[in-house]
């Protein structure tokens, strides 16, 4: 399975200029063998392709990028590079939307424990009828599941606000070890309008009466 330093580049999630130049001064405080280290190892890594093209990258951007990653979750800069993980199947499966007695719920089911950390994407609520989507924002970390589900409706209404019924809401999901990203792997779901009895009735046909 693929996978990517630079999957912060990739995966929908602005950061601003100060914070990619914070994860690039670490460069200037490593030792020649620690810089050399890292300027080798980026031969191996290509960038993610930009009309067409891509390239290894050098060896300051694979350490901003691996290190933009671990500071996203808090994680404690890395002076060597790390090696690529083996990423197993993303543990999340699917979305459910629903609006119970303590209002509405979004949660993700989760098959398993992740290699390391899974990060969190959402878009905001779309009309039903809309695949595309470019936009994401990032939640959080993934919860931790309780009987196989991870609970995000506080993150994800705290960022967009709650779906409407008959929107679809899309969510990203990315696997992180060492500052390595898995490819997004992307699961939706639409909020369905429950019928009342009235919409119900009205369906139903009356009763042909017998000749």
């Not at 602005?14 to 994860?23: C, K, M, P």
């Not at 290509?46 to 990028?65: E, K």
């Not at 509405?104 to 424990?113: D, N």
Request: charged residues 20%; aromatic residues 8%.
């Amino acid at each position: 399975m693929r996978t990517s330093a630079c999957g912060a580049s990739k995966t929908p999630h602005r950061r601003s200029q100060a914070e990619f130049g914070d994860a690039s001064l670490g460069w200037n405080d490593l030792t020649d063998e620690q810089r050399d280290a890292w300027r080798e190892f980026g031969k191996t890594v290509l960038s993610h392709p930009r009309g067409g093209q891509c390239g290894p990258l050098s060896g300051q951007a694979l350490f901003t990028a691996i290190n933009r990653n671990q500071r996203l979750l808090g994680l404690p800069p890395l002076l060597w590079p790390p090696m690529r993980p083996a990423f197993p199947m993303n543990p999340v499966r699917a979305l459910a939307v629903n609006q119970g007695s303590g209002g509405i719920a979004l949660k993700l089911s989760v098959a398993g424990a992740p290699a390391g950390h899974v990060l969190v994407f959402a878009s905001r609520p779309y009309n039903a009828g809309r695949k595309y989507c470019d936009k994401f924002i990032y939640l959080g970390p993934l919860p931790a599941p309780v009987g196989g589900e991870s609970d995000i409706t506080e993150q994800y209404l705290k960022k967009h606000g709650p779906p409407w019924p008959g929107s679809r809401v899309i969510i990203l999901t990315v696997q992180q070890v060492d500052g390595w990203r898995d490819e997004p792997q992307r699961i939706e779901a639409v909020f369905q309008r429950k019928q009342g009895p009235a919409a119900s009735q009205k369906r139903r046909r009356a009763p042909v009466a017998a000749p």
